[in-house]
Nanobody, 119 residues
Framework: QVQLVESGGGSVQPGGSLRLSCAASGLIFNDYAMSWYRQVPGKERELVATISRFGGSTNYADSVKGRFTISRDNAKNTMYLQMNSLKPEDTAEYYC????????????WGQGTQVTVSS
């Protein structure tokens, strides 16, 4: 049974920092590209950042480039999102995603962690 468990969300003032974690179990972690998504009520889920299987390639949404850093530790089956210079518009539920494409697509989601940026 695959589980992705996010942690590290919370409330922070504008300009502050948070570090999200996603702990994975029940899968071969380094088989999967990993991503962070976020969603606010009434809007579609938005891709924030993606990291390749061994961390050699990363991609970011334009809105977070230069402020967020995605990373992973395959020895710990864990992915991270370091979020700096947070803005109110970063307020959202943040979701961890694991994706593997081999003939078929296998994708898994975490339950989400709330990030609120407010003064």
């Amino acid at each position: 049974q695959v589980q992705l468990v996010e942690s590290g969300g919370g409330s922070v003032q504008p300009g502050g920092s948070l570090r999200l974690s996603c702990a994975a179990s029940g899968l071969i972690f380094n088989d999967y590209a990993m991503s962070w998504y976020r969603q606010v009520p009434g809007k579609e889920r938005e891709l924030v950042a993606t990291i390749s299987r061994f961390g050699g390639s990363t991609n970011y949404a334009d809105s977070v480039k230069g402020r967020f850093t995605i990373s992973r530790d395959n020895a710990k089956n864990t992915m991270y999102l370091q979020m700096n210079s947070l803005k109110p518009e970063d307020t959202a539920e943040y979701y961890c995603n694991a994706r593997l494409v081999i003939r078929s697509e296998y994708t898994y989601w975490g339950q989400g962690t709330q990030v609120t940026v407010s003064s």
